[in-house]
């Protein structure tokens, strides 16, 4: 049955164009055409990448961190609470003041109490700057040395001028020791962010990240197996270059440099929205999709290609919305607290540096208040300090 599925998905009429045969590319007089086999060496590679990204936001990321004064957060241990933690687990992270007063009379506590086990509670879910400046580290590095990459693999390729010469041959075009490299490298990164996101940072928009490292490497394997290479170094080249400033706007979010994040993010969003609304749609999808018509007839393969590429260029369409929200929005409030998915928690760093404000104006007055009336220990609740 396996053997039958497997001749069956790598018919030729799927991949290939009319009349060409998979036997056309085989390797001969020195040149090498792509084969999926080739693809195999992308999961040892993730797992090397992995090992690599370890040692590195060991050795060089977080020095770096404390370089820009972001250091390692020491989560406050709180008292076990058996009640507490299930109602946690089970009901919700933020209960109403409905609920604390309830548990407060269950668990003979003050609601005061309540409200800082909660809170504290959170706080151990919650990933410190430290993992976050190292994740954005890494991925700012890679994207930076993939694209200077990329760029030196592309300079003087005469399709990056010429988008006629995407098209010229194929499928009969030989693989470049410099394309393969390139394609081998980004899927392995993707999978090594796949084979990573247990433990990495879990985010709100968990679930979209990972249909889009799928989705990356679904379309990547694709255009490899169907020998649509250059125009696939086209699509990385061009996502990847924003990238880059993302992840610096992170960095330097977390460093607390508002200032500087914000510039970063301004330029970001002008290289995101240029590549992606202008140079994606107007040179690389007429590439894929008017272009190859003066070739060939169309083929599924074709199809196929332009149809995942226009589902990408919708999700472009769908984050310059998100882009152009968030910059309406600092525009009116002159500060970006934060870029993507970490926006919310940083509106609770901002509330919980509020209550711990709040907690030491309550310490100090009941410091004064047991000078005054002589130490009266009953007006301080048991843990009233502790968090």
């Known amino acids: 049955m396996f053997q039958t599925f497997k001749e069956w998905f790598w018919l030729e009429r799927f991949w290939l164009p009319p009349t060409i045969k998979w036997s056309d590319l085989e390797d001969h007089d020195g040149l090498i055409f792509v084969k999926p086999s080739h693809l195999y060496m992308t999961i040892p590679y993730a797992f090397v990448l992995i090992i690599i990204r370890h040692f590195f936001q060991k050795f060089i990321a977080s020095p770096l961190a404390k370089t820009f004064g972001i250091k390692e957060e020491v989560q406050k241990k709180i008292i076990p609470n058996a009640v507490l933690e299930n109602f946690f687990k089970h009901s919700t992270r933020k209960p109403s003041q409905t609920d604390i007063y309830g548990l407060a009379k269950k668990c003979n506590l003050t609601e005061r109490q309540v409200e800082r086990w909660f809170r504290s509670r959170q706080n151990q879910d919650r990933p410190c700057k430290m993992k976050k400046f190292q994740e954005s580290c890494w991925r700012f590095t890679f994207y930076l040395i993939i694209t200077i990459a990329g760029i030196a693999f592309l300079y003087d390729k005469p399709w990056v001028y010429d988008l006629w010469e995407v098209w010229n041959g194929y499928p009969r075009q030989p693989l470049l020791p410099s394309q393969y490299w390139y394609y081998i490298l980004e899927m392995s990164f993707y999978w090594s962010l796949l084979f990573s996101l247990g433990s990495d940072i879990k985010r709100k928009d968990f679930l979209a990240t990972v249909i889009h490292h799928l989705a990356a490497v679904s379309l990547m394997s694709f255009s490899w197996c169907a020998n649509y290479i250059r125009s696939g170094t086209l699509v990385m080249i061009v996502h990847d270059v924003a990238d880059i400033w993302l992840e610096s706007a992170k960095m330097f979010s977390y460093a607390g440099w508002k200032q500087t994040c914000n510039a970063l993010f301004f330029i970001f969003s002008a290289v995101f929205l240029i590549s992606r609304l202008i140079i994606f749609p107007f040179w690389i999808l007429y590439c894929t999709l008017i272009l190859p018509l003066h070739y060939l007839q169309p083929f599924f393969s074709y199809i196929f290609l ?82």
Do not use: C
């Open 306 to 387: 332009n149809l995942q590429l226009m589902v990408l260029q919708v999700l472009n369409l769908y984050w310059s919305y998100l882009i152009l929200k968030m910059l309406k929005r600092s525009i009116f409030t002159k500060s970006i607290r934060d870029v993507r998915s970490d926006t919310e928690s940083e509106h609770e760093e901002e509330e919980e540096e509020e209550e711990e404000k709040e907690e030491a104006m309550e310490g100090k007055e009941t410091d004064r208040l047991k000078n005054s009336l002589g130490a009266n220990r009953h007006l301080i609740p048991n843990g009233q300090h502790g968090r």
